[in-house]
């Protein structure tokens, strides 16, 4: 589950816990929390990015004598991409993830 940075909690995601709420641009650190069995996105800071959704979130598998990626994550971890939507400009996005 993706939590988007102005949302505090999202199903099986319970909050980003103590700490206080990113504010303009001034990151703060939380120690978010996720439901067992779950993966929790918190993103703190979007700019210059398209929108992030579960979709975006992959896991690599092995399988039939070759590697892929396939939507979820995996007890190890997950990959979260992120598109620019600005040509040969920076962007970022940052977020802590708990499982």
């Not at 993706?2 to 949302?7: A, F, I, K, L």
């Not at 505090?8 to 303009?24: D, L, V």
């Not at 070759?66 to 990959?79: D, L, Q, T």
Request: charge should be negative; glycine fraction near 16%; aromatic fraction near 8%.
């Amino acid at each position: 589950m993706v939590v988007q940075p102005n949302e505090n909690s999202a199903p099986g995601c319970p909050g980003r816990g103590s700490g206080t709420f990113p504010s303009s641009g001034e990151f703060k650190p939380t120690i978010p929390e996720a439901e067992p069995g779950k993966l929790c996105i918190y993103l703190d800071l979007m700019e210059h990015t398209g929108p992030v959704s579960p979709a975006l979130v992959e896991r690599t598998v092995y399988e039939g004598g070759g590697w892929f990626n396939e939507e979820g994550a995996s007890p190890v971890g997950a990959f979260l991409e992120v598109m620019c939507l600005i040509g040969g400009g920076d962007c970022q996005a940052t977020g802590t993830a708990p499982e």
